[in-house]
């Protein structure tokens, strides 16, 4: 299998945590960053801080130093924007395939999610914030509305991380290019 530099994108209680730990435990050569696991071990909460520019350099030099190790990413963050999304899968490593995974679930269960997280108002603040990603970068939307749907899009991405193709020639996986 390839290097893969997989940054996950989507709004609290989208699934990002929960996709992240099954391709993690799935594949022995990927390792998984998390942005608020680095909040909370530098500063003691995962609300992003004055520092977040620290937090991201930190998580940028772990990337490079996995992708270096032969080990392929997933980056596990909310990343609500495009500068931020361009900064995670920017890399000056060779042969390492990006892609941006966007999880896209409906608003009305992701506040249900995030009510039973005692998340309140968090769909709504980050509304505030939120771009579509833009056209340049390789995205595939994840939609996770339920188990079942979680299973099958896993099932797509899973058989994209194996494929020999390249995996961004519409071409060939025309039924991840959807548009929002």
């Known amino acids: ?18 996709l992240a730990q099954h391709l993690v435990s799935d594949n022995e050569d990927f390792v998984r960053l998390n942005v608020d696991d680095l909040r909370s071990m530098y500063f003691g909460t995962t609300e992003p801080s ?5 937090v ?28 931020m999304r361009d900064l995670l899968l920017s890399t000056r490593m060779r042969n390492v ?6 999880l896209v679930v409906d608003k009305s269960i992701l506040e249900d999610r995030n009510r039973k997280r005692q998340l309140i108002g968090a769909v709504q603040a980050w509304e505030k914030v939120w771009q579509s990603p833009s056209k340049n970068l390789p995205v595939m939307q994840f939609r996770n509305n339920s ?17 020999k193709v390249h995996p961004f020639k ?10 929002i």
């Open 1 to 18: 299998m390839s290097l893969w530099n997989i940054v996950l994108s989507g709004y609290p209680g989208s699934g990002k945590t929960k």
């Open 50 to 54: 004055k520092q977040e520019d620290f």
């Open 56 to 83: 991201y350099d930190t998580l940028v030099t772990l990337r490079d130093v996995a992708l270096r190790s032969g080990l392929s990413v997933v980056i596990d963050t909310t990343a609500p924007d495009n500068n």
């Open 97 to 102: 395939t990006q892609l941006l995974i966007l």
């Open 147 to 163: 188990s079942a749907e979680f299973e099958t899009n896993y099932y797509v991405l899973t058989d994209l991380l194996k494929s």
């Open 170 to 179: 519409r071409r060939f996986f025309t039924h991840i290019y959807p548009r």
